[in-house]
């Protein structure tokens, strides 16, 4: 499937700007970004569900961007799961079988074989007021893949389940893709998420790609400050340069490893809250900042320390494992952080 040249505005909004991508046939890719990026337009205008102002769809070498929804080979899940009240499990997986006219013996074969696919297995003669939140999306994902469409489209479908439910359904989602093998394009702003599933993220912002990659090299290597915050969530400050090895960030001196960019003009720096180490006192080596505890978070595993330090107005952000730590700051103290300085990401004006 390609998306080329895609705009799409509502009004004075403009919700898709340029978009172009190439999506491999059974690859599992996730639209990620906050909402209001065009994630969601981008994938109803996959559907045939909103029309694009300008740009083509195409799927299987065939043109799909004027095509009604019911002739796009695709199936869809809902956030919502909008599933059908008055029919049973078995009937709602049914549906497309049954529209497509095909006949009972092969829908019956096929219902069951979903069934099984999701762990739904004697759960067929329920209805949907009767099935948990997550037994509901199960029996959506079924239906949508009855059919077997040459495309599955998935808007945000674990957001509005429980954190435990969410997790335990992911998996079930990555095993079913990769039995079935089916291209599956996925809606979603939780980074997890995206994080666990993707063969490939997509990373939107304000109608735009800002990376595309896999999931490792998004988040090891983004591209752009948006990127770094929104999915690996990095302290990013402004910086200047002093020489080819140095920067100033706020009133302290840093030391960087990596090029860089160019000749000269503004800088973001960045790194991430788990590639800073702390202790009580100052070591020799680059990059050791005095600081002080501001708040600590305890997350079971590990606990997430806020520091005022001297690289500018935010608080510095740090994770630190609980097991082996072994330093354990406590509100109000001082401290000493240090960034290594193959750590520090930078960024000139265009990322």
Do not use: W
Not at 191 to 211: C, H, K, P, S, W
Not at 324 to 346: D, H, Q, T
């Amino acid at each position: 499937m390609a998306v080329s040249a895609g705009r799409k505005s509502f009004g004075a909004f403009t919700a898709l700007d340029g978009i172009a991508l190439d999506i491999l046939e059974g690859e599992f890719i996730c639209f990620l970004g906050p909402s209001g990026c065009g994630k969601t337009t981008l994938l109803r205008c996959i559907a045939g569900l909103e029309s694009m102002d300008s740009g083509r769809i195409v799927q299987g070498g065939i043109d799909i961007t004027k095509l009604p929804p019911s002739v796009r080979d695709f199936g869809i899940v809902f956030q919502s799961y909008a599933l059908f009240p008055n029919l049973s499990v078995h009937d709602n997986i049914a549906y497309g079988l049954v529209a497509q006219g095909q006949p009972r013996p092969m829908i019956v074969e096929r219902v069951a074989e979903l069934v099984a696919l999701v762990g739904l297995r004697g759960q067929e003669a329920k209805y949907p007021a009767q099935l948990s939140g997550g037994q509901q999306q199960r029996v959506a994902l079924a239906r949508a893949l009855a059919p077997m469409p040459g495309l599955l489209l998935l808007d945000e479908p674990l957001s509005a389940l429980d954190a435990k439910v969410r997790t335990h359904l992911r998996r079930e989602l990555r095993d079913v893709h990769r039995k079935v093998g089916l291209t599956t394009i996925m809606v979603t702003h939780d980074r997890e998420e995206a994080l666990t599933l993707a063969d490939r993220i997509a990373v939107m912002n304000a109608g735009r790609f800002e990376q595309i990659g896999a999931p490792s090299e998004v988040y090891n290597e983004p591209a752009t400050p948006f990127v770094a915050d929104f999915i690996a969530a990095m302290n990013l400050y402004e910086a200047t340069r002093i020489d080819n090895e140095r920067i100033r960030c706020g009133s302290v001196e840093l030391g960087v490893s990596r090029a860089l960019p160019g000749a000269s003009g503004p800088l973001t720096c960045g790194f991430k809250p788990e590639d800073a180490s702390l202790a009580f006192e100052a070591a020799a080596g680059e990059n050791v900042i005095p600081c002080q505890v501001m708040d600590i978070e305890n997350l079971g595993s590990m606990m997430r320390v806020y520091l005022a330090a001297p690289l500018g107005t935010a608080d510095v952000r740090i994770d630190v494992p609980l097991s082996g730590a072994s330093v354990i700051p406590r509100r109000g103290e001082r401290i000493f952080m240090r960034i290594p300085p193959e750590s520090i990401r930078l960024y000139g004006p265009g990322g």
